[in-house]
């Protein structure tokens, strides 16, 4: 093999290196191009299901999140806990939405542009829909209680519902039923905070969980 390619120059060998290279790369892409082509005809064929943008589960999902988040009479029911098999479970409401720590009205980096006597700074980052810098992934998530109390969940998991959720730690209990009781007292709250009475709206909501 050796006295085969001695007669050849290094260089030589260099562009069929490449040639080859090359071509096992275009018989790829080819195989790709094919596989690519397969699909497309059979999408265009009625076989795959293809839904409408406007009605796609996560646009819906998308924008039925972003009322939520915008009412101001919205109360979602986090509970947490300390991690450990005995230590309890705390529920509380909170109005609207937990907010990211990261979260921020300001960008969280600069970029310095040119030199010398001129210079001048911009931010990679874009705000989002909501008008804010959302940063990194944040550390812990907060919000607020309809009755104003701030609420933060440093270091600890969380799970939000808009209905409040039963939980069980020792079997599995499937609960398909709502509680009448705790969507009243939903209901309730939220048409005192249509009020602008958030006192009330507390009330109400730790009466139905319990705190008071």
Same mark, same amino acid.
């Given at each position: 093999?050796?006295?085969?390619? #001695? ?34 005809? #059979? ?21 039925q999140a972003q009322r939520l988040y =915008? ?28 907010t990211s720590s990261s979260v921020s009205?300001?960008?969280? #980096? ?64 499937? =609960? ?5 009781? =705790? ?8 048409? =005192? ?20």
């Open positions: 093999m050796k006295k085969l390619f #001695s007669k050849y120059s290094p260089s030589t060998l260099a562009v069929c290196l490449i040639i080859l290279v090359g071509c096992g790369a275009a018989a790829a892409k080819s195989g790709l191009d094919r596989i690519d082509s397969i699909m497309n005809e #059979s999408s265009t064929q009625s076989k795959v299901f293809v839904p409408s943008l406007p009605e796609s589960p996560d646009f819906l999902n998308y924008n =915008a009412s101001k009479t919205s109360i979602i029911w986090c509970t947490t806990t300390w991690g450990n098999p005995s230590a309890p479970m705390v529920t509380i409401p909170i109005q609207s939405k937990l009205f300001y960008p969280s #980096s600069r970029v310095k542009i040119g030199g010398g006597d001129f210079h001048d700074e911009y931010t990679p980052e874009r705000r989002s829909v909501d008008g804010m810098y959302h940063g990194s992934p944040p550390p812990y998530r907060y919000g607020f209680t309809p009755g104003g109390q701030y609420v933060d969940f440093f270091n600890m998991p969380t799970l939000c519902t808009t209905a409040l959720t039963k939980f069980q730690r020792q079997e599995t209990k499937l =609960a398909i039923t709502v509680d009448d009781a =705790a969507k009243q007292a939903d209901l309730q709250a939220q048409a =005192a905070l249509a009020r602008g009475d958030h006192a009330e709206a507390q009330r109400i909501l730790e009466t139905i969980s319990g705190g008071k």
